[in-house]
C-alpha cells in the first residue's frame, strides 16, 4: 500500500492495537511489573505529534478498552490514560520541544501518574500493592521512550500523519 492511500486514523489505530497486543502478551511472573506501559507510551506519543486527532476521548477508550482485555475494574485504566492525555495535550508544546533525553523524564513523570492511579485504585479495592510496582513500569517505558518516538515518528512521517 502506498503512503498516500493509508489514512492517518489507520495508522494511528493499528499503533494503539499494537500497544494493545504488546500489553496483552503473556510474560512470566516475575517480569509482570517490569512491563511497559504501552499503551500509555503510544498514546503520550499521539496526543503530542498530533493533539488535533488524539486527546482525552480516545484516551479513555483505550483505557477502557485496557480494561477490559486486563479484567481490571471497569473505568481503571480509562482514568489514568484520560489524565495522562490530558497532561500531554495541554503541554504537548512544551515537551515536544525539550530533547529525547529531556522527554523521558516527562514522560516518566506521566507513566508514574498512570501506574500511581491505577495502584491508588487497587489499593481502594483492597488488592495488595507491591512497592517495586510504583517505580518499575515508569523505569522500563522511560528507557524504551526513545525508541518508541522514533518508530513512531517515522510512521507519522511515511503515511504523512497530521
Known amino acids: 500500500m502506498s503512503a498516500s492511500r493509508v489514512g492517518p486514523v489507520l495508522v494511528i489505530g493499528l499503533s494503539f492495537l499494537t500497544a494493545l497486543v504488546l500489553t496483552a502478551l503473556p510474560m512470566p511472573i516475575w517480569a509482570l511489573l517490569w512491563r511497559p506501559a504501552w499503551v500509555a507510551l503510544v498514546l503520550i506519543y499521539w496526543c503530542m505529534a498530533v493533539p488535533a486527532r488524539v486527546g482525552v476521548l480516545l484516551g479513555g477508550a483505550m483505557g477502557l478498552l485496557l480494561d477490559g482485555l486486563s479484567g481490571s ?3 481503571q485504566h480509562a482514568l489514568g490514560l484520560s489524565l495522562v ?9 512544551r515537551i515536544r520541544m525539550l530533547p ?7 514522560v516518566f513523570g506521566l507513566v508514574f501518574l498512570y501506574q500511581l492511579t491505577v495502584l491508588w485504585v487497587n489499593g481502594i479495592r483492597g488488592v495488595d500493592i507491591v512497592p517495586v510496582a510504583y517505580w518499575a513500569s515508569p523505569l522500563v517505558s522511560t528507557i524504551l521512550w526513545p525508541w518508541i518516538f522514533v518508530v513512531l515518528r517515522d510512521l507519522r512521517r511515511k503515511y504523512r500523519v497530521a
Open 73 to 75: 475494574l471497569l473505568g
Open 85 to 93: 492525555a490530558y497532561i500531554s495535550h495541554v503541554s504537548h508544546r
Open 100 to 106: 529525547l533525553w529531556q522527554q523521558g523524564a516527562s
